[in-house]
């Protein structure tokens, strides 16, 4: 198996320091160029797409092995070891977050810190527990995928988004939803609004920072709030952006908070 191919890994920046970036749901590594070149002078940026996305080797994509988060978990431990990095300091956005937390769960020697930027254990209203939708409402959105992908990413990305005063941003990830397999697309987006790692988050012992958005529909501030209260060692802050990508629509806080902490 080759890793780097495998999940397109690309490596540059002139520092020692590992940090490596985990994209999201229906986005790819190039969703962080905005971000990577304030840090590259003096960090060793770590840059890869997750089977299915972007240029990954599609031959790669295990349906069985990507059922839940832990198979990307595995691949991201992966990473660390092909490239024998130590000390990470993980920045994950949407459901690359939960996978870090995962990942650090799994192999806490591997990383140092994890910035998680718009985390969500569980995208399903429970009782007490906001997620931010009704279960009907996700299924109702994963039997509009089936039925009609193309008007399904034409009408979601804007919602992620958030910034209708930036519509290229939206119009990006279109872009990105339909060049991706509509199988794996689906799949991916199943595991990702199905799962539930809210036992997960007291297992982490990492320190983290939580990057919470204003208005985020995906990710809503009650749920930044549970995964602060649920982690140990971590800090949560409120950004100004608005909407569930700031490393697009916002990416100088996103570079602001992740100095301040960092």
């Not at 992908?149 to 939803?177: C, H, M, Q, R």
Request: hydrophobic share 40%; glycine share 6%; aromatic share 10%.
């Amino acid at each position: 198996m080759n890793v780097i191919k495998r999940n397109n890994i690309n490596v540059f920046g002139k520092g020692e320091q590992p940090l490596m970036f985990a994209h999201g749901f229906g986005c790819d590594q190039n969703m962080w160029r905005f971000v990577t070149p304030a840090f590259q002078q003096h960090y060793k940026i770590v840059l890869f797409d997750h089977v299915g996305a972007g240029n990954s080797d599609l031959s790669a994509y295990d349906a069985s092995k990507y059922n839940t988060l832990n198979g990307y978990s595995t691949d991201i431990q992966e990473i660390c070891h092909e490239l024998d990095l130590q000390d990470v300091i993980f920045v994950g956005h949407s459901v690359g977050a939960m996978m870090g937390v995962l990942s650090a769960i799994e192999s806490p020697d591997l990383f140092s810190k994890l910035v998680l930027i718009g985390p969500s254990p569980c995208y399903i209203n429970d009782e007490n527990y906001i997620g931010g939708f009704d279960r009907a409402d996700i299924l109702s959105m994963l039997a509009y995928m089936k039925h009609d992908y193309t008007l399904w990413a034409d009408t979601f990305a804007p919602l992620i988004i958030g910034n209708p005063d930036k519509p290229s941003l939206g119009e990006e990830l279109v872009e990105n939803f339909c060049n991706t397999d509509p199988e794996i697309a689906r799949h991916f987006a199943q595991v990702t609004f199905l799962s539930d790692n809210r036992l997960d988050l007291p297992k982490l012992k990492t320190d983290s920072l939580i990057m919470q958005c204003s208005e985020d529909v995906i990710a809503p501030i009650e749920v930044g709030n549970y995964v602060h209260q649920s982690i140990r060692n971590s800090t949560l802050v409120q950004m100004k952006a608005t909407g569930h990508c700031p490393n697009l629509s916002s990416p100088l806080e996103v570079i602001e908070v992740m100095e301040n902490y960092l």
